[in-house]
């Protein structure tokens, strides 16, 4: 009778022993594949965070072209007036209405393609940039500067190349040190780096002459009629 005992226990034994092995092989495959799947998600993502910072970069690009501002007034005798803004730099994608309708669609198509695959801090220099050039654009039709881009350009290049400056070294040190995850645009964190950029769009030199600050203002203003006064002697 204990013999047979015996050989139930060690039955008993073998058959818990095959459970717990088969369910800790379980347990270790399931464990396997999450950590597979997760890795091969974030690879995904990383692709796709990799594939929108470089398009932006190469879009982004584009605004460090920069373009001499160059005008001729010829003399009655034949003789021409030398450049009196020689060495003023605007950009190019500045050079007239078509150029900056054409930088402004493709900011807001970028925005709408890549957005939704950048960190919160990269996502904001482009929305920024992408209400900044509408503003822009806004701000040609009301005062009539269509036919002014390059001397409009001339002006408002430095608030364009600070925005520049700072997006290229952003998507620079997010395309060598790239996020493996998705941010959510909305909430506490969009709004508090969001803070920074009111601040960078109230200091600009665009939201001054929308706004008709003082200061700046007259620069402008004296700029363009000194360009009208210069055309109408001619």
Do not use: C
């Amino acid at each position: 009778m204990l013999g047979i005992l015996e050989k139930l226990n060690k039955i008993e034994i073998l058959l818990m022993s095959g459970i717990s092995s088969a369910l800790i092989t379980h347990l270790f495959y399931r464990f396997k594949l999450k950590s597979e799947q997760k890795i091969r998600f974030q690879n995904i993502i990383g692709d796709s965070i990799t594939e929108s910072l470089v398009e932006l970069r190469d879009l982004v690009e584009e605004v460090a072209i920069i373009e001499r501002y160059d005008i001729v007034f010829p003399e009655e005798d034949g003789t021409e007036i030398p450049d009196p803004f020689e060495g003023t730099i605007y950009p190019a994608i500045m050079n007239d209405l078509d150029s900056l309708l054409d930088f402004n669609d493709r900011l807001n198509d970028a925005w709408k393609k890549h957005g939704k695959y950048l960190d919160v801090k990269t996502a904001l220099y482009l929305w920024y940039g992408s209400r900044y050039f509408l503003q822009l654009l806004f701000y040609v039709g009301e005062e009539g500067y269509q036919n002014q881009l390059p001397e409009l350009g001339a002006m408002m290049i430095f608030d364009i190349q600070k925005w520049h400056f700072e997006f290229d070294k952003m998507l620079v040190k997010r395309i060598n040190k790239p996020l493996n995850k998705i941010e959510y645009h909305q909430g506490k964190k969009w709004n508090r780096h969001r803070k920074r950029f009111v601040k960078l769009w109230e200091g600009s030199l665009l939201y001054k002459s929308i706004n008709d600050f003082h200061g700046d203002v007259p620069e402008i203003v004296d700029f363009f009629e000194y360009l009208d006064d210069l055309k109408s002697e001619n």
